[in-house]
C-alpha cells in the first residue's frame, strides 16, 4: 500500500516564505516547498510542508496558526495569510519537487546531479549524484550551498570530516568526492539516514562515509579536520562551546542555518567560543560561517 503524506499549504507573501518554511519545520513537517502557484496574488508564494501519517494534523495545525498570527504581531509575516491541508499520496509531492531539482554547479569543482538526469557529456566536475527522497539537502538552498563552497575550498585531501545533520548526505559525500578519508554523517532523522545511504551508495563511498543516527553529543570523541553543521540557529549556538574539544587545533568549523538577522550575535558567540572566521558567504538571507580556532 502506498504511503500517504498531509500536505498544509501556507499562502503568503515571497519575503515572508523562509520564516513561514521554518514554522512548518517547528510543527514536524518532514520537508518543505515554495511553489510559485497560479491564483495567488502577485508577488505571492505558497509554501508547502508535509506531515507524515503517523502525526497528529488537527494539533499541528493549531499551532501552526498560532505561531503565524505571532508571526504576524511581530511583523515577519503579512496578515492574511491562509492556510490548507489536504492528505496526498508520497509519490505526488516527490514526483512534484523532481520537477524543479535541476543539476547545479558549485564553486569551482562540484556538480550536484540529480540521479534521475543524465550527466553531460564532457563533464569534468566533481560529481555529487543525489536523489533526496524525504531528506533536505538538494544542494538549491543557500545554505547547503555555502557549506559545499567552503568544503571545496578547505578540503585538499586526507582530511576527518564530521557532518551533523546530515539529511541527504549532501555534503558527506561531496567531502569524500573532494579528498576526505573519512567522515562522520549524523542524523537524529532515521528516515534521514536511509536516504543518506543510498546516496553514499550510489556515489560509491560507503567506504569513506560512516553515518550513525545521533547527534553531536554523540560524536565528542572525535578528532575531526573539518566539522560541518547546517542546522538550526539555536542547534549551532548549543554545539558551539563543545566544537573547540572535536575540532584538530588547525581544524575548521563550517555551518550554516542561520537567518541574516542573527548573524552578528553569532558571529560574537562564535569569537567568545575562540574562532576567529575564515570566511562568510551570506545569499537568500541565510549565512555560512567558516572559522579557525585562535
Ligand atoms: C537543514 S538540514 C541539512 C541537510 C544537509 N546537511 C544540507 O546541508 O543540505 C538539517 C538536517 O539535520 C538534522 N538535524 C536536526 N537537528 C539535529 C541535531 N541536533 N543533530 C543531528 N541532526 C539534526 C535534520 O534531521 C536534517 O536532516
Redesign the pocket.
Known amino acids: 500500500m502506498s504511503k500517504h503524506w498531509t500536505e498544509i499549504a501556507v499562502e503568503t507573501s515571497a519575503e515572508a516564505a523562509d520564516v513561514v518554511t521554518q514554522l512548518l519545520v517547528g510543527i514536524g513537517c518532514a520537508g518543505t516547498v515554495i511553489a510559485h502557484a497560479s491564483g495567488v496574488p502577485a508577488g505571492g508564494v505558497v509554501v508547502k510542508g508535509y506531515l507524515r501519517e503517523s502525526v497528529k494534523v488537527p494539533a499541528c495545525l493549531d499551532v501552526l496558526r498560532e505561531r503565524l498570527q505571532t508571526a504576524v504581531e511581530w511583523g515577519v509575516v503579512p496578515s492574511g495569510f491562509r492556510v490548507t491541508c489536504q492528505r496526498i499520496p508520497e509519490e505526488d509531492w516527490v514526483e512534484g519537487w523532481k520537477a524543479q531539482f535541476q543539476p547545479l554547479e558549485i564553486g569551482e569543482r562540484l556538480l550536484i546531479q540529480p540521479t534521475w538526469v543524465e550527466l553531460p557529456s564532457g563533464c569534468r566536475r566533481v560529481v555529487v549524484w543525489i536523489d533526496p527522497g524525504m531528506?533536505?539537502?538538494t544542494?538549491q538552498?543557500a545554505?547547503?550551498q555555502g557549506?559545499l563552497e567552503f568544503l571545496e575550498r578547505i578540503i585538499r585531501g586526507g582530511e576527518t570530516v564530521l557532518?551533523?545533520?546530515?539529511?541527504?548526505g549532501?555534503?558527506a559525500i561531496a567531502a569524500a568526492k573532494l579528498g576526505a578519508e573519512r567522515v562522520m554523517a549524523?542524523?537524529?532523522?532515521p528516515l534521514?539516514l536511509e536516504v543518506a545511504r543510498e546516496n553514499v551508495a550510489r556515489n560509491q563511498v560507503s567506504d569513506e562515509v560512516f553515518l550513525l543516527q545521533?547527534?553531536?553529543a554523540d560524536a565528542l570523541r572525535v578528532r575531526a579536520d573539518v566539522v560541518v553543521a547546517?542546522?538550526?540557529t539555536a542547534?549551532v549556538l548549543d554545539m558551539l562551546p563543545q566544537v573547540p574539544r572535536v575540532l584538530k587545533p588547525s581544524g575548521t568549523f563550517i555551518a550554516?542555518?542561520v537567518p541574516s538577522s542573527r548573524r552578528w550575535e553569532v558571529e560574537a558567540a562564535w569569537q567568545e567560543a575562540g574562532f576567529v572566521m575564515q570566511g562568510v558567504i551570506e545569499r537568500e538571507g541565510w549565512v555560512t560561517f567558516a572559522a579557525h580556532l585562535r
Not at 163 to 168: E, N, P
Not at 186 to 189: G, Q
Open positions: 531528506a533536505f539537502g544542494g538552498h545554505t547547503t557549506c557532518d551533523v545533520g546530515t539529511g541527504s549532501i555534503l549524523l542524523d537524529i532523522d534521514c545521533g547527534s553531536f547546517n542546522l538550526s542547534d550554516s542555518g
